[in-house]
């Protein structure tokens, strides 16, 4: 653990300390986001901030090649450097978007091209955990691969509206995804738990933290294409390594829910930019636009128009993350009974503070008739029941 979160604060401290000469560059260079209608930031904001969260990403996994408890993840294969290989296309492809406004079919070529080169590296989908089903040919495996990565990629862009929010978001679901895989590394193979799938997720964690200060409303700087293609790629990159990778029965004796969480986990990390994806084409194609269209519909657009604060739609967003990602995590060290007691919280709480506008409303109306219905009656009553005129503090001295 020592090892991952040192690599942790390594992506962090990277990344946190290369964002200011990116939102430089960016202004050089034009990469800045005006104000448009469906925005809800009110001055020009500097893009590129991704560049930093790779260049994160990228120091701390040249740092872990040179340490020794994870060697074995660098000898077994190129997987690593075929990972970073792959971000470093997004990125590149990321920084030309946010210079030049890409056409979307430019922008889809490249990130199927980042995905091949990935698989190319050594991380594609060969097998699925569900009674040792293997990918029959490799034909389908590259597609399977492409078909994940263009999906996260995608899905993490669409929800990156808000300051911090998709950063965060991939913090919170990051941190749980790691949670997963370095406990079921531990449980199958305790003599060498290293574990790139782990170490994917502690720099891409670590990458996301220190961009965060820079990226928290007020923002200073946003992520741009360059930073949300890269955290929807790693993402990818860490759900096709673990599926498959160790038998998660390992870590349970209850056989049948443990065998879907290598599966499930990655879906509900990025659950919410999933559904925000998925309603998004649906809306636009049954409009007659292309699914790249932008709008001003996606769920933080609507949970600002229902009454939050920007910092009040990122922690609503930010919390149903936490409680889809960490509760499915809960079903493999839980009890049955106990993770449907997490999960069945964790998505009431969720609900209340979702739609807490509407009842803080009805709340504030109710007070504001109550005080109506009290001001005749504005005299200080002493405990023996003699009522007192105000008076003025001043002229009481």
Request: charged share 10%; proline share 5%; with cysteine.
């Amino acid at each position: 653990m020592k090892v991952y979160l040192t690599l942790l604060l390594v992506a962090a401290l990277v990344a946190y300390a290369a964002t200011p000469a990116m939102r430089h560059l960016a202004r050089r260079v034009g990469a800045v986001t005006a104000v448009r209608a469906r925005d809800v930031h009110t001055q020009p904001v500097a893009r590129l901030g991704g560049v930093a969260i790779y260049l994160g990403i990228a120091g701390a996994l040249v740092v872990a090649s040179t340490v020794s408890f994870l060697s074995p993840v660098f000898e077994a294969s190129h997987a690593p450097w075929g990972v970073l290989a792959g971000a470093g296309l997004v990125c590149a492809l990321g920084f030309a978007d946010d210079v030049w406004d890409l056409d979307w079919m430019a922008k889809l070529a490249g990130q199927i091209l980042a995905a091949l080169l990935m698989a190319w590296g050594g991380v594609q989908l060969v097998t699925v955990p569900i009674a040792g089903l293997t990918i029959g040919s490799s034909y389908l495996s590259l597609s399977a691969t492409v078909v994940v990565v263009v999906v996260a990629i995608n899905a993490v862009n669409f929800v990156d509206g808000l300051d911090g929010l998709a950063a965060g978001m991939i913090t919170i679901g990051g941190l749980a995804f790691f949670t997963y895989t370095y406990l079921l590394a531990r449980s199958a193979t305790p003599g060498d738990y290293s574990s790139l799938a782990s170490l994917v997720l502690a720099v891409l964690v670590g990458a996301c933290l220190g961009f965060l200060p820079h990226n928290l409303h007020p923002a200073r700087i946003f992520m741009g294409d360059s930073g949300s293609m890269v955290l929807g790629l790693m993402i990818a990159a860490a759900a096709i390594i673990v599926t498959g990778q160790i038998d998660p029965t390992v870590v349970s004796e209850r056989e049948r829910i443990p065998a879907f969480i290598p599966i499930v986990l990655p879906l509900m990390v990025v659950a919410v930019p999933l559904i925000d994806m998925g309603a998004a084409v649906i809306r636009r194609t049954l409009k007659g636009q292309s699914p790249f269209t932008p709008d001003a519909h996606h769920l933080h657009h609507l949970l600002l128009r229902a009454g939050h604060s920007h910092r009040w739609a990122v922690t609503v967003l930010y919390l149903w993350t936490a409680v889809l990602s960490f509760g499915t995590v809960s079903m493999v060290f839980l009890s049955t009974a106990g993770a449907i007691a997490v999960l069945s919280t964790g998505i009431l709480l969720s609900s209340l503070i979702t739609f807490s506008p509407g009842l803080r409303q009805g709340v504030s109306r109710a007070w504001r008739s109550v005080g109506r219905r009290a001001a005749p009656l504005r005299e200080k009553v002493t405990p023996e029941g003699r009522a007192l005129p105000d008076v003025n503090p001043e002229e009481s001295s």
